[in-house]
């Protein structure tokens, strides 16, 4: 398969609960870095609130510089989760600066995402998971450990790894378009049966 191929959905219908002409482009996902909400104090670190200023902090001086540093920010389509931090006033602008509203989809933008839609970003529906299950299959005593279990981890992960998942990708994207945009349990749902 050519890595750089790309596909144009435009067989999804528009209105339903995705993006009706979405590129789809085999790349190499690319983790930014492991970035922590946390407050300076006297004492060290502090975890603190997410809220939209802390957000907008971590995209201004870490994600966005980042992407610049890559040379893929022009390129990079920006799909957020839409918790309020997310889709606060100072992101929605900041987003918007860096990415225009053609490569941004979320919730108050031109590509809205609904909430009931298929989620395609590959953090959401393998990272986190995997995540989740090598860093709890350690025992953890503290705030301190589990910040070093979660980075000894992140940085196991090899870049094969990140391509197969990037490829993954691609066929769920391409499930979606031929489901329209619906969503698709019921399509592993019924694969399961079938073994």
């Known amino acids: ?5 790309s596909r144009d959905l435009t067989s999804l219908r528009p ?18 870095g492991l970035l922590f909400f946390e407050e300076k104090s006297p004492a060290g670190p502090v975890t603190c609130t997410v ?14 510089p980042a992407f ?40 108050y933008f031109p590509t809205n995402w609904l909430p009931s839609s298929p989620d395609l970003n590959p953090c959401d529906f393998w990272l986190w998971g ?24 992140i940085h196991k992960i090899i ?12 066929s769920w994207f391409e499930l979606v378009a031929q489901n329209d945009g619906q969503q698709i349990v019921e399509h592993f749902l019924n694969k399961s049966r079938e073994s």
Request: charged share 20%.
């Open 68 to 107: 610049q540093q890559r040379a893929c920010a022009d390129r990079t389509i920006f799909m957020p989760d839409c918790p309020s931090p997310h889709i606060a006033n100072p992101v929605k602008l900041l987003t918007f600066i860096h990415f225009g509203n053609d490569r941004i989809i979320s919730r």
């Open 51 to 64: 809220n939209g200023v802390s957000y907008e902090s971590l995209l201004h001086s870490h994600v966005n």
């Open 159 to 170: 870049t094969d790894t990140l391509r197969s998942v990037v490829e993954h990708d691609i």
């Open 15 to 32: 209105g339903i609960s995705h993006y009706s002409r979405l590129p789809v482009q085999r790349r190499a996902m690319q983790l930014v």
């Open 1 to 5: 398969m050519d890595p750089k191929a």
């Open 130 to 153: 995997y995540l989740k299950h090598v860093v709890f299959g350690d025992t953890i005593a503290n705030l301190a450990e589990l910040k070093a279990s979660i980075a000894q981890h």
